[in-house]
């Protein structure tokens, strides 16, 4: 059974920095992909960035380029979000997701993934 689970979210000043971690479990990490979606108040949950496990390929949606940054540690099943020159528009749930999609982030990120974490706030406060 695949487990996601996430935390590091909280309250940050604008231009300020946040790092979300996902744990992960219960699946073949080499075949997978894991990804940060989020979902503001009234608006439609996006892809976010998403990181292929096998060759560290990336994708990021057009808004965060150049502020996050994906990573992951594999040796403890791990995926993170650095969030630097953060701006309001980035207040938000985050969830991370995981799936099968191998290398294919951008396909990972735009479409929904089976399985999901609880997700965690963050809020930018100007």
């Known amino acids: 059974q695949v487990q996601l689970v996430e935390s590091g979210g909280g309250l940050v000043q604008v231009g300020g920095s946040l790092r979300l971690s996902c744990d992960a479990s219960?699946?073949?990490?080499?075949?997978?992909?894991i990804g940060w979606f989020r979902q503001a108040p009234g608006k439609e949950r996006e892809g976010v960035s998403c990181?292929?496990?096998?060759?560290?390929?990336?994708y990021y949606t057009e808004a965060v380029k150049g502020r996050f940054t994906i990573s992951r540690d594999i040796a403890n099943n791990t995926v993170y979000l650095q969030m630097d020159s953060v701006e309001p528009e980035d207040t938000a749930v985050y969830y991370c997701a995981a799936d099968s999609y191998g290398n294919l982030v951008r396909e990972m990120c735009t479409h929904r993934p089976r399985y999901w974490g609880q997700g965690t706030q963050v809020t930018v406060s100007a």
């Open positions: 990181i292929s496990n096998r060759d560290g390929n990336t």
């Open positions: 219960g699946y073949t990490l080499d075949y997978w992909a």
